[in-house]
Nanobody
Framework: QVQLVESGGGSVQAGGSLRLSCVLSRYTYSEYCMGWFRQAPGKEREGVAA???????RYADSVKGRFTISRDNAKNTLYLQMNSLKPEDTAMYYC????????????????????WGQGTQVTVSA
């Protein structure tokens, strides 16, 4: 069974930074497509950033230039560096994984993924 465990969430003031981490318990981690999603109360889950097995990346327009997704294959860990945070970034953030190849354009869609973490809360105050 694949498990994803997120960490790094918290409360920060607008303009601040946080780094989220997601550890994937799977040896063939480097073959996975990975993504970060978020869901605010009363809203649908939305894709924030993703990368494929070749480390090609894709970002939501709302976070381009502020968020950076990266992976450390040796540590089976996915990261999301979030800078210049805004109150509208407040949400539960989820890590997701897909154990087969997918087109990059699909990687911000929740339905693309078959494994999910439990989430970590990010709260940005004005």
């Amino acid at each position: 069974q694949v498990q994803l465990v997120e960490s790094g969430g918290g409360s920060v003031q607008a303009g601040g930074s946080l780094r989220l981490s997601c550890v994937l318990s799977r040896y063939t981690y480097s073959e996975y497509c990975m993504g970060w999603f978020r869901q605010a109360p009363g809203k649908e889950r939305e894709g924030v950033a993703a990368l494929d097995s070749d480390a090609n990346t894709r970002y939501a327009d709302s976070v381009k230039g502020r968020f950076t997704i990266s992976r450390d294959n040796a540590k089976n860990t996915l990261y999301l560096q979030m800078n210049s945070l805004k109150p509208e970034d407040t949400a539960m953030y989820y890590c997701a994984a897909r154990d087969r190849w997918a087109d990059l354009w699909r990687l911000l869609s929740p339905s693309t993924y078959n494994y999910w973490g439990q989430g970590t809360q990010v709260t940005v105050s004005a």
